[in-house]
């Protein structure tokens, strides 16, 4: 499904280079639940972001679905992220003009689906997450908790292919977390959706079932666990 | 509801602070703008008029070389077939003959300089204010000699109603022409200048005391419509070439009197270099709240191009909030703007003491007067839609081409 080949990245800031990720070779397979592991700075969200088609590697390749990233135009690559990827930001990153609702159908309006089919996905998949009686407010109107899960739903309605995570409990209490992530879980069984997050938190780390861990840009351990 | 407009209709009331401002702005700049040009567009017509009916009409027919000179070796060969045809074109509503010329006017121990109008009496008042603008006395009816006097001609002569005065002059002959004329009336007139000269015979009379024949100096002829004068010079220009005989002159009121052309020009440059700066202010009003609005956004516009938003959408989004924004200032603008020029329009506002004085200057009666015209508003409304346009450009392409990458900093 997604395929990372002797990828580099390296960041120049007023002549000074940064090497982000050192020749990672890794594979991410249709319906895992994977977890990016490491310290700050290893190259965890340097790494979604070249899957998400949102950065290019300065060398190797990145395939989604047999599909060469870098060949492809910003404009291919926006409609790649809309019609096979789903996103969930640390920070929630709600539209704070929409409404749950909205917000949740904002990717499906950008898709082309008609208003009550996609009013319609989107209330069930509210009521999925546990938010269907806070369809009509506004993100500042949620906590952190709530609004994360509008951000899941809203990754996941879309019927992605693949939802990358970065942190995404890093704002929320442990329950919170737990909780979320045990949602995360059902939707991948549920709705057969592959989920790749970057974490460092062990609770994240162990609901996952394979670990791929970084650091200094390289892949050290590739962990896969008994489902 | 497009998804763009919803986010633009919604972006705008987030910060409802800082909207109100530049919406306060704009609606302060509509106003002035409207107010200003109704204002400017009233006084310079009142000025056009006012010249039109004491000085020129809308359009003067005379003799070769008559505006360069003005001296009675130019004129016009006076017929009734020429009125006749000059008052039967489709746009004419008055023809007037005159005969004009420049004389000395004596009562007693005192003489003045006096520009004296000979005038048709039936005539006249088709074209010119001047037989309405009589204070006391009469306007002259052709009969026994009258004379009428600019008030304070009359006032520095000494001269009364029925008195006597001895005009003199140089006649078209050459010969010394003097005559005794009775006073039958005073004027008042918008401009102290010509008040204090201004001498009304009748055109008879005029022609009798200049040796003049059937000539006159010049045939002022008023539009139906001002706005149509270009029209009806065409017509008079046909009329006068079909006509054929000695060579015709044909002018416009701003040849006949291009000084109140160039001050009409110069105000207008005045006042629309203020309206300018004015505009150019809320230009900068509406950058500065897009451009703090984008910025401030920067993280949101990126989950949106993560998402799937295109580009164009963005770029959109924030030109919609830019027109959203001025069009809400122009429309309550104009709410406000339009029924105060409405009412000053019918309600002219007398100028205060210190103003008058200002206004004889330039030969225009104390009242400030407000025309609105369709161009006014639709003007104003193209002006700030047309710069709130300018004013998105930036922020509108600084946000659709930022990457999403570097909009979210991370995923």
Do not use: C
């Not at chain 1, 704002?171 to 919170?176: H, R």
């Not at chain 2, 005073?186 to 201004?198: K, M, Q, V």
């Amino acid at each position: 499904m997604l395929e990372a080949t002797d990828v580099w990245k390296v960041y120049e800031t007023r002549g000074v280079e940064t090497v982000a990720l050192q020749g990672v070779n890794l594979v991410i397979d249709e319906g895992e639940f994977t977890a990016l592991a490491g310290p700050s700075g290893s190259g965890k969200t340097t790494l979604l972001n070249l899957f998400g088609a949102l950065d290019v590697p300065t060398r190797g390749t990145i395939h989604l679905e047999g599909q060469e990233l870098s060949t492809l135009s910003s404009a291919q690559l926006a409609h790649l992220r809309l019609q096979k990827l789903g996103f969930i930001f640390q920070a929630y990153n709600l539209i704070p003009v929409l409404s749950a609702r909205e917000n949740v159908e904002f990717v499906m309006e950008l898709q082309g689906v008609p208003a009550a089919e996609r009013q319609e996905r989107a209330m069930a998949m509210l009521a999925e997450v546990g938010l269907g009686d806070m369809a009509d407010k506004r993100p500042m109107e949620m906590s952190g908790g709530q609004q994360q899960r509008v951000a899941v739903a809203r990754a996941i309605v879309s019927r992605p292919r693949v939802v990358l995570a970065d942190e995404p409990t890093a704002n929320l209490d442990s329950k919170t977390a737990e909780k979320l992530l045990d949602l995360m879980q059902e939707m991948n069984q549920r709705h057969h959706v592959t989920f790749l997050f970057s974490t460092h938190d062990p609770m994240v780390i162990e609901k996952s079932r394979r670990t791929v861990r970084l650091r200094d840009g390289q892949v050290v351990d590739d962990e896969l666990r008994a489902a | 509801m497009s998804l763009e407009f919803r986010l633009a209709k919604r972006n705008i009331g987030r910060n409802l602070r800082r909207t109100g401002l530049t919406v306060a702005a704009t609606v302060f700049a509509v106003f002035l703008v409207v107010v200003f040009v109704a204002m400017a567009a009233g006084m310079h017509e009142k000025m056009i008029e006012d010249g039109v009916r004491i000085h020129s009409g809308h359009l003067q027919v005379s003799g070769k070389d008559y505006l360069k000179k003005r001296t009675l070796e130019q004129f016009v060969d006076l017929d009734a077939e020429l009125l006749t045809l000059l008052e039967q074109a489709p746009g004419a509503l008055g023809v007037a003959p005159r005969v004009i010329g420049f004389g000395l006017a004596s009562k007693g121990a005192s003489t003045q300089g006096v520009a004296i109008f000979g005038v048709d009496p039936q005539r006249e008042g088709t074209v010119s204010s001047l037989p309405t603008r009589v204070v006391s006395g009469v306007f002259v009816d052709g009969e026994g000699r009258g004379i009428v006097l600019g008030e304070r001609l009359a006032r520095n002569l000494g001269a009364e109603i029925g008195d006597e005065l001895l005009l003199y002059s140089v006649a078209y002959s050459m010969e010394t022409a003097y005559d005794l004329f009775t006073v039958v009336g005073t004027l008042r007139l918008p401009e102290p200048a010509l008040e204090r000269t201004l001498a009304v015979i009748s055109l008879a009379d005029a022609q009798a005391f200049f040796a003049y024949g059937d000539r006159v100096s010049e045939i002022a002829v008023l539009a139906k419509d001002a706005g149509h004068v270009d029209a009806l010079e065409a017509d008079l220009h046909a009329v006068l070439a079909k006509r054929g005989g000695p060579e015709l002159e044909l002018h416009t009121w701003a040849e006949v009197m291009p000084e109140l052309k160039q001050f009409i020009f110069i105000d207008d440059a005045g006042m629309y270099i203020m309206l300018a700066i004015l505009v150019v202010v809320v230009a900068f009003g509406i950058l500065n709240t897009i451009l703090m609005s984008v910025l401030e956004r920067t993280r949101e516009l990126g989950v949106m191009l993560a998402l799937g938003l295109k580009p164009g959408s963005i770029f959109r989004v924030v030109y919609m909030e830019s027109m959203l924004l001025a069009s809400i200032g122009l429309v309550i603008g104009l709410a406000l703007a339009i029924p105060v020029v409405l009412y000053f329009q019918g309600h002219p506002i007398p100028m205060s003491e210190e103003l008058k004085g200002a206004a004889q200057i330039i030969a225009m009666e104390p009242v400030i007067t407000f025309k609105l015209k369709p161009l006014n508003p639709l003007g104003s409304m193209i002006t700030i839609l047309g710069v709130a346009a300018l004013a998105a450009l930036y922020p509108a392409l600084k946000a659709s081409r930022a990457r999403p990458v570097d909009a979210l900093r991370s995923l």
